[in-house]
C-alpha cells in the first residue's frame, strides 16, 4: 500500500478542486455521490489499499470521522504510532473521533515524531511529512482488523492424526483394553455365553417337564 501511495508524491489536484483519487472513488467504491472535487485525503489511502488489494483491512471511506470508527469498532485503534498505521489528526488539538480533520499514513517511527505520506495536505498536494504528535486523535492499524483474511490452512496430516472419516471411524472403534482383547471381543463373548446358559435352562426344564408327565 506505501509502494502505492509513494508512487503519486508530487501528485497535485487539477483545476476546480478536480483529483483522480475522487474521480475513482465515485466510480468503484460509492456511486451515490461525485466525489471528484471533494477533499481527498482519506480516498487517496483508500485508492492505494484497494490497488494493495488490502482494502477489507483498511476500510473504505470518505470522511475521516467514520474511518476511525471503523478501526475503534474492530479494536484496532489507538494510541501507538506504528509503520502501515493510518493517523488520524484533529487539527485544534481535541482527542474525539468526531473532530478528526485529516488523515495519513505512517511509514516511520522516530521518537516522538511520525514520518508520513498524506493527501491533500499543504493545500492540494501527495507530500511526505515529519510532524509531533501533538494533533494526532489516534492510530488505525489495518494488521489487527479481522475482515478478509484467509482462514489458515489445515495442518498437514500426520501419522496418527484422525479427521473426516477417520473421525468417524473412531466413534465406534474404542481401544482395547491394556490386558485383554478389545472390547467388541468382550461383547461377543457375552454374548455367546448368554445363549449358552439359556440353552442349559431350557433343556433342564424340559428334561423336567417330562419328568412330570411321566
Not at 479427521?163 to 468382550?186: I, Q
Amino acid at each position: 500500500m506505501i509502494k502505492n501511495l509513494e508512487s503519486e508524491l508530487g501528485y497535485t489536484e487539477k483545476g476546480g478542486g478536480y483529483t483522480k483519487f475522487g474521480d475513482w472513488y465515485s466510480k468503484n467504491v460509492d456511486h451515490s455521490y461525485d466525489f471528484s472535487n471533494a477533499a481527498w485525503c482519506d480516498m487517496f489511502l483508500v485508492w492505494g489499499a484497494t490497488k494493495a488489494g488490502v482494502a477489507k483491512q483498511v476500510g473504505k471511506f470518505a470522511y475521516t470521522p467514520s474511518h476511525a470508527a471503523f478501526f475503534k469498532k474492530h479494536k484496532a485503534f489507538d494510541a501507538e504510532p506504528a509503520p502501515g498505521a493510518l493517523v488520524f489528526y484533529d487539527w485544534s488539538g481535541g482527542k474525539s473521533i468526531g473532530g478528526i480533520d485529516h488523515v495519513g499514513i505512517v511509514t516511520k517511527v522516530d521518537g516522538g515524531r511520525i514520518h508520513t505520506i498524506e493527501g491533500n495536505v499543504d493545500g492540494q498536494f501527495v507530500k511526505r511529512k515529519v510532524r509531533d504528535q501533538d494533533s494526532v486523535v489516534g492510530y488505525g492499524h489495518p494488521e489487527k482488523v479481522p475482515i478478509g483474511r484467509k482462514p489458515a490452512a489445515a495442518p498437514a496430516r500426520q501419522s496418527g492424526d484422525h479427521t473426516g472419516a477417520d473421525t468417524a471411524a473412531m466413534a465406534y472403534t474404542r481401544p482395547a483394553p491394556a490386558d485383554g482383547p478389545p472390547v467388541e471381543l468382550w461383547g461377543a463373548f457375552g454374548a455367546v455365553a448368554f445363549l449358552v446358559i439359556s440353552l442349559l435352562v431350557f433343556l433342564k426344564h424340559g428334561r423336567a417337564t417330562r419328568g412330570e408327565g411321566r
